[in-house]
């Protein structure tokens, strides 16, 4: 048996992959297959013997769809794209001015003191006559298709709901003005629907395009980690240095790597030491040393030092083919949102239809033709989905741009929706609820530091910190400004912070995984990483806090110690006890040692933390929740994050961490500021309460005027008025959402 992942193009609603499940099921070899639509992939599992893609294509081609490789697809979408753009910037101006225009009629047909429009109406007919049919046969295109699919096929989705309401209205209008003697013979009103096509059609492409531009960029994120890994690798082969491709390293190659260089794939140091950035798997800010012995990730980058190490996981094997596959694993298996539009559409529409002719012959035996055809049209009229096809897009454009407002960025919809009914939120540690970057938290003089004779002035600039700390902090910043080390920039950067200037340094020497040494005015100075057997009260304690402490010795005696360490941030205590006020309960979960994530907990009131964590069970911890019936919302920055983030019900991303977290996400949030998760769970159950409001709008027009379009009561005139009253109930309230206080 073959397993093959292949896209999916022409995908539209939830009815579209349970048309195309139903038909490949059929063919003789399908063994099984899943239709993803949020993914717009097939996962498809079948005896290549008995049946191929092109059969495959062949089944469902018919139906609008098509089974596509990975780069035809990429393709396919930004064509399709910009096809939607074209058709959008020719409609939506029409629309908006088609509608003011509607609008403008129905208020002076219903209020005496306002003017008619300025021109005839045979006139006006005529100009939206061109229009609409150029928007009809062009723009409409795709509901025009998804009427002659239901016809053949018996499917239905919304597209085919929009496509017989417009059509029904566009074919009786363009009847009624180009053969003005047959409205006369059957005695029918003089109104038109082109106002009405054109209307819907161009809100509805709006919305559509907004949605492909969205499901364009779900694929990013995984381009972003395929961009994270090295291109290539110098080994040794033969007792020779070659530089080869990353596909060619085999399990057991000897590879070097330098300093700034990126680890090609997984393995094990043999000779050398180095400090190495694995933030991207760990999302730790601080650099790890290594020394012979140590495993290595490939696409972490060393920092410091040469050495060599074997080769021992490489190509879909490494750590970060791992990441990459369990993402798109947790995108795969996201259950799509299930508009209630759509879900409706398949019984809507069949109902509406069966519903018109009925009435057609009812009214042909007891009325007449005249009454039988006003309530043909009348009852399709009133049942063309305009509201409906408002009600969530209008909602969804004004809560995004709430959002960005606000520094919230959305991607989807589904996130959207998804949010507001959270009730847990996993927070990772590095970057989220702490700063993300190591900085000097304490420093500490001994009682006898006077005894060191250094020249040292003090800047006018107002510190809290003593004379003697400064010295320190000035002896410790000179020598650490010679050293790369990333705990040396964080003792520099609080130096320059201080304002304090720095002392020639002399003799300069690096020990790496030992500490640094220099000369000041004579003096020898050496700073390093505590003895394992020191027993400091200070160090254990600022340890306990999970810091990491270095001590600064002068001539040989001790003259104090800096701790370093991730501050957490200044609202993340308020923001964390607000959510728990809200129901929501907060966990923290890291790749950090328990020691220093427990205290970063404790500082910021969560109660509940997983530690030491790696990526692959990030999104296992995520899943267990979720196992529970929990819905759970990831809040991360790191690349080591973005498997959580996808599996999540709703990904939250710090847009001060990595691209990979951003694009995994469906939320981020701007400038890294904690404290917009309140404000993006406020927008979410706004905006998602205003699509419900305006859904009760759109259906209770179809309810109540059905019956009444049925009976003869609302004739196509009034269930013209009575479907732009919709659409403006539903515009008017997705638009309250900008008044709304986040």
């Known amino acids: 048996m073959e397993k093959q992942i292949f896209n999916v193009k022409g995908m ?60 035809k697809q990429s393709n396919s979408k930004l064509e399709e794209l910009a096809i939607q753009k074209n058709k959008l910037y020719f409609i939506l101006p029409i629309a908006v001015v088609v509608f003011l225009i509607m609008m403008f009629d129905i208020l002076s047909q219903l209020f005496s003191f306002m003017p008619n429009l300025p021109l005839p109406m045979e006139f006006l007919n005529v100009i939206l006559l061109i229009i609409s049919t150029v928007v009809m046969f062009w723009i409409g ?111 057991g190659d000897v590879v070097l790597v330098k300093p700034g260089g990126k680890i090609p794939v997984d393995g094990k140091i043999i000779e050398g030491q180095s400090s190495i950035d694995e933030g991207m798997i760990t999302g730790e800010a601080i650099s790890v040393d290594k020394t012979i012995g140590d495993l290595v990730f490939g696409s972490t980058i060393n920092k410091q030092g040469s050495f060599k190490f074997q080769a021992l996981r490489v190509g879909d094997q490494t750590l970060l083919a ?35 002719i009925l009435g057609f012959i009812m009214w042909l035996i007891i009325g007449g033709v005249n009454n039988a055809i006003l309530s043909f049209v009348g009852v399709l009229v009133i049942a063309c989905p305009c509201a409906l096809g408002l009600a969530t897009p209008t909602a969804i454009i004004v809560g995004v741009g709430k959002g960005a407002e606000n520094g919230i960025l959305i991607k989807d919809a589904e996130s959207l929706e998804k949010l507001a ?218 690349i080591n994050d973005a498997p959580a983030l996808a599996q999540a019900d709703v990904g939250i991303a710090m847009a001060t961490g990595t691209d990979v977290a951003i694009e995994s996400a469906g939320i981020t949030l701007l400038h890294g500021d904690i404290s917009k998760i309140l404000k993006a769970i406020n927008l979410s159950k706004s905006t998602i309460r205003t699509i419900k409001q305006n859904l009760f709008w759109a259906f209770i027009y179809n309810v109540v005027g059905i019956p009444l379009a049925l009976s003869g009561i609302l004739n196509p005139v009034f269930a013209g008025m009575a479907m732009a009253l919709s659409s403006v109930s539903v515009v008017s309230n997705s638009l309250r959402l900008k008044t709304k206080k986040l």
Not at 524 to 550: A, M, R, S
């Open 322 to 356: 791992n990441i990459i596959k369990m993402v798109e694993d947790a995108q795969g298996s996201k259950a799509p949102i299930q508009d209630m539009a759509d879900k409706v559409s398949a019984v809507f529409v069949p109902i509406v239809l069966v519903l018109s």
């Open 141 to 251: 295109q795709p509901f025009l298709q998804g009427v002659a699919r239901f016809v053949k096929y018996k499917v239905a989705n919304m597209d085919t709901l929009i496509g017989i309401g417009t059509s029904v209205a566009y074919i009786y209008s363009a009847v009624i003005t180009l053969f003005p003697q047959a409205r006369l013979y059957f005695n029918l009103p003089s109104e038109t629907y082109f106002d009405v096509v054109i209307v819907v059609i161009g809100f509805v492409v709006l919305g559509k395009y907004l949605e492909a531009k969205s499901k364009l960029k779900t694929g990013l994120a995984i381009e972003k980690l395929l961009g994270l890994q090295a291109k290539t690798a110098q080994v040794l082969r033969d007792g020779k240095e070659i530089e080869i491709s990353i596909a060619e390293v085999l399990v």
């Open 421 to 638: 009914s959270v009730n847990i939120i996993v927070m990772d540690k590095t970057g989220t609820i702490t700063e993300g970057k190591p900085a000097v938290t304490d420093i500490k003089s001994v009682p006898e530091f006077s005894i060191f004779n250094f020249q040292f002035s003090i800047n006018d600039k107002i510190s809290k910190l003593s004379k003697n700390e400064l010295m320190l902090l000035t002896i410790a910043g000179s020598v650490e400004k010679m050293s790369e080390h990333p705990l040396a920039l964080a003792i520099v950067e609080k130096a320059k912070e201080e304002g304090l200037k720095f002392l020639p340094v002399n003799n300069f020497k690096a020990e790496h995984g030992v500490g640094v040494f220099g000369e000041i005015n004579g003096q020898k100075i050496y700073i390093h990483k505590p003895n394992k057997d020191e027993n400091n009260l200070d160090i254990k304690n600022l340890q306990d806090q999970g810091k990491t402490v270095i001590e600064i010795e002068i001539d040989g005696k001790k003259a104090g110690l800096i701790s370093i360490a991730d501050k957490i941030k200044e609202n993340a205590k308020e923001v964390i006890a607000n959510l728990r006020k809200k129901g929501i309960e907060v966990i923290m979960l890291t790749g950090d040692n328990h020691r220093s994530a427990s205290y970063i907990a404790e500082l910021a009131g969560i109660k509940i933390v997983i530690a030491e964590v790696v990526p692959q069970d990030k999104a296992s911890k995520i899943k267990e929740l979720q196992g529970q019936g929990k819905k759970v919302a990831m809040v991360g920055d790191g």
């Open 12 to 71: 539209h609603c939830a009815s579209c992959s349970a048309v195309i499940t139903d038909k490949i099921k059929k063919l003789d070899g399908i063994k099984n297959i899943n239709v993803n639509l949020a993914t717009e992939k097939a996962k498809v599992e079948f005896d290549e013997n008995k049946v191929s893609l092109e059969k495959m294509n062949q089944e469902i081609s018919k139906l609008g769809y098509e089974f596509i490789s990975d780069k």
